[in-house]
C-alpha cells in the first residue's frame, strides 16, 4: 500500500491536525492524523479517478474540510496531482448516510493503492470519542467531487 505522508511534510500534517481538532476537541492528535490521511488519500483518490462518484464519511469529509482552510497547501496538492479537487458542498441532512457510496469510495481508495482506515469511513455513529464532523454526508447523486484537469493559461481577473 501507498502512503501520503510524503505528499504533505510534517509540519503540514501537524497543522492540518490541528484544524481538525479545532473542529472536535477531545479528538487526539494521533486521530487527527489519521484522519488527514484519509483525507489526502481521498483527494487523490478522485484526482486519479475522474468521473468515479466518489464521497467521504463524514469524518474523512472533516479532514478534508480541514485541508481546504489550508489554502496553499491545498492548491499545491492538487496542482502536484495535475487535478483540482473541488468540494461542493450540500445541505446538512444528519438523515443522508449511504453505505453503499462508502463502500464504493473505499474499494476505489484500495484499487488506487491505499489503505482505509475502516473506523473513519463508518455512519454517524463512530466510536472516536469526540464528536466529528458536520452532521451530513455527501450524496452521490449530485457529483459532489468535481474534478477539471489543470487549466492551460493562468485566470488573469474579469475583463470589465
Not at 75 to 88: A, K, P, T, Y
Amino acid at each position: 500500500m501507498m502512503d501520503v505522508r510524503p505528499l504533505l511534510t510534517a509540519e503540514e500534517a501537524t497543522s492540518v491536525a490541528a484544524t481538525v481538532i479545532d473542529g472536535a476537541p477531545g479528538l487526539t492528535h494521533s486521530t487527527a492524523l489519521r484522519i488527514v490521511d484519509q483525507a489526502v488519500a481521498f483527494v487523490v483518490t478522485a484526482a486519479r479517478n475522474p468521473g468515479a462518484s466518489l464521497v467521504p464519511s463524514r469524518v474523512v469529509d472533516a479532514g478534508w474540510h480541514a485541508l481546504i482552510l489550508h489554502t496553499s497547501l491545498y492548491e499545491r496538492l492538487c496542482v502536484g496531482l495535475g487535478q483540482f479537487v473541488h468540494h461542493c458542498p450540500e445541505r446538512p441532512d444528519p438523515a443522508r448516510f449511504n453505505p453503499d457510496a462508502i463502500e464504493r469510495t473505499i474499494a476505489v481508495i484500495e484499487a488506487t493503492g491505499y489503505a482505509v482506515h475502516r473506523e473513519l469511513w463508518g455512519g454517524p455513529t463512530g466510536a472516536l470519542g469526540a464528536s466529528v464532523a458536520a452532521s451530513c454526508q455527501h450524496s452521490d447523486d449530485t457529483k459532489p467531487i468535481v474534478i477539471i484537469p489543470k487549466p492551460k493559461e493562468a485566470f488573469t481577473g474579469a475583463t470589465g
